[in-house]
T-cell receptor
Framework: AQTVTQSQPEMSVQEAETVTLSCTYD???????LFWYKQPPSRQMILVIR??????QNATENRFSVNFQKAAKSFSLKISDSQLGDAAMYFC??????????FGKGTKLSVIP | NAGVTQTPKFQVLKTGQSMTLQCAQD?????MSWYRQDPGMGLRLIHY???????DQGEVPNGYNVSRSTTEDFPLRLLSAAPSQTSVYFC????????????FGSGTRLTVV
């Protein structure tokens, strides 16, 4: 079974600074998708960024970018110019041909003014 | 643009009662799924469906039942509620090509007493 590991239960960052959240996964598939979701206190799950495994180019969405290392099975999220609104739980998730999503246990990010 | 609509948002049940959590999407997504979120556990898949008339079990299916009679709706039934089913439940949907990732509903907080 696939597993997703987020090794940092909690992290903090100063406003306007950069922070990187780590995620590793285990799979024998060659074609799959990776996602980062943000969950603020409102509980809503918000898609931050999506990466297709066959694409070597790292995905970016405004201040959010990933470092996708397929051979190392690593998928870290970098948040640049951190804002107070970035404070939330962040979940890394893996999805392959069966469409099931496997989630990590999450990283709680705090932003310090 | 409703996306994925879950009802109710909150529910308290007594042990042994049954109920149905409703999920509807208006994006013509083929894939729909139910997750439960427990503290420190991330999100775990309960049941999923890749189209009308097709359902399958996820990681934690015991005590839950689903059906998919239309593309739009995917209700989750709790057959005989137990305190262990106290959790936050999320419905999620996606197109089969996952071009825009998975869209989540706003969640249902269920307490079984």
């Amino acid at each position: 079974a696939q597993t997703v590991t987020q090794s940092q239960p909690e992290m903090s960052v100063q406003e306007a600074e950069t922070v990187t959240l780590s995620c590793t996964y285990d799979t024998s598939e060659s074609d799959y998708y990776l996602f980062w979701y943000k969950q603020p206190p409102s509980r809503q799950m918000i898609l931050v960024i999506r990466q297709e495994a066959y694409k070597q180019q790292n995905a970016t969405e405004n201040r959010f970018s990933v470092n996708f290392q397929k051979a190392a099975k690593s998928f870290s999220l970098k948040i640049s110019d951190s804002q107070l609104g970035d404070a939330a739980m962040y979940f890394c998730a893996y999805g392959a041909g069966s469409y099931q999503l496997t989630f990590g246990k999450g990283t709680k990010l705090s932003v310090i003014p | 643009n409703a996306g994925v609509t879950q009802t109710p948002k909150f529910q308290v049940l007594k042990t042994g009662q049954s109920m149905t959590l409703q999920c509807a999407q208006d994006m013509n997504h083929e894939y729909m799924s139910w997750y439960r979120q427990d503290p420190g556990m991330g999100l775990r898949l309960i049941h999923y469906s890749v189209g009308a008339g097709i359902t399958d079990q996820g990681e934690v299916p015991n005590g839950y039942n689903v059906s998919r009679s239309t593309t739009e709706d995917f209700p989750l039934r709790l057959l005989s509620a137990a305190p262990s089913q106290t959790s936050v439940y999320f419905c999620a949907s996606s197109s089969l090509d996952r071009a825009y990732g998975y869209t989540f509903g706003s969640g249902t907080r269920l307490t079984v007493v």
